[in-house]
């Protein structure tokens, strides 16, 4: 699976092209940092006309919204070209460095079970979710970094918590705990999940094996056999769906809860007057783009679920072509 980053056939691709996505996606999270440094600006430029009629001039609002769309124009060119294009195309390199892998041995590989659907069908998901997860998990890495600064010298401001009392740089502690205590219990409550998604894969590929077998061996696919198989697809699904249920009911609970924890911990600092709306805006978002980064496990846990599903379907079927 990783030949990718060991064959000299693919190494442009696989270290210049992952240095251009590291600089594309550091470079988004800088522009975001300057659009919440934007929010800012504006809510107190808002706060300022609301508050004094005839003090803000429709020229310096105009100018304001212009500075935004300068700002949004780069980034989403930044997005379009590195971190859609050009990703897509470092991905599918990937994928056909392990198709390539396995072609290889196909000799040894085309008796095994399944040994099709792992070279189409679990190379293309292993490729798309490493994607999606990799590129995730950086922007939450440099997000946290770059926000986490932010928060630090936002947070001075904020010297006192409802129910606590005062505590320095309080809103770095409340966003830390908060979302490191989230991860811990939902990945606690998910931790069956990852062994379920891999039975079902397992059940789905011996239920579709036999259907195939009976396309050219009418032999094959016998009524009984098939209502046996899907039985085993039917009883995993059930299974699975009791345990995403009680899963999602934790994870929304949690994400729902956290969305007024931000103005909860601003409370006594907010009715004491002594931020402007401009300063809570700034705070706000950018709290909930630490808090984001921190929740990283929890939001893409159904994902990292299905990569350790097909990581061990290709780690099973290399080892056995392998022998």
């Known amino acids: 699976m990783f030949k990718f980053f060991t064959d000299a056939q693919w190494r442009l691709w696989a270290y210049l092209g992952s240095a251009t996505i590291v600089a594309a996606v550091s470079f988004s999270v800088y522009l ?27 020229a310096d609002f105009l100018e304001s919204t212009w500075v935004f769309a300068g700002i949004a124009a780069v980034y989403i060119v930044v ?16 994928r056909e ?52 600064f932010v928060m630090w010298g936002l947070s001075a401001q904020v010297s006192e ?18 979302a490191a205590g989230g991860t811990a219990i939902l990945a606690w409550v998910g931790r069956k999940l990852p062994g379920i998604e891999y039975d079902i894969q397992k059940a789905e590929a011996a239920y579709r094996k036999e259907l195939v077998l009976g396309e050219d061996d009418a032999s094959k696919a016998e009524r009984g056999t098939v209502d046996f198989l899907f039985e085993d697809v039917r009883k995993i699904h059930y299974r699975a769906y009791l345990h995403y249920f009680y899963f ?3 994870k929304w609970s949690y994400l729902q809860g956290m969305v007024i924890v931000p103005y909860l911990a601003m409370a006594p600092t907010i009715v004491a007057g002594a931020v402007t709306l401009g300063f809570v805006s700034q705070t706000g978002r950018a709290f909930n783009k630490v808090a984001e980064s921190l929740q990283y496990i929890i939001r893409s846990w159904l994902t990292i679920v299905e990569l350790i599903s097909v990581y061990k379907r290709l780690r099973e079927f290399e080892q056995k072509f392998s022998k």
């Open 32 to 58: 975001d940092v300057q659009i919440n440094e934007w929010f800012g600006t504006f809510y107190d430029l808002l706060q300022r006309a609301l508050s004094e009629p005839g003090a803000v001039t429709l």
């Open 79 to 94: 997005n379009v070209i590195f971190n859609g294009f050009l990703v897509n195309h470092w991905t599918f390199r990937w």
């Open 97 to 148: 460095s392990i198709a390539s892998y396995y072609m290889d041995h196909w000799q040894n590989a085309r008796t095994i079970e399944g040994a099709s659907q792992r070279l189409q069908e679990d190379t293309l998901k292993f490729a798309r979710i490493v994607e999606n997860l990799g590129i995730g998990l950086l922007e939450s890495l440099l997000t946290l970094g770059a926000f986490g």
């Open 248 to 250: 999602n009911i934790a």
């Open 161 to 178: 918590l409802p129910w606590i009392g005062t505590v320095d740089h309080a809103l770095v502690w409340v966003v830390f705990v908060t």
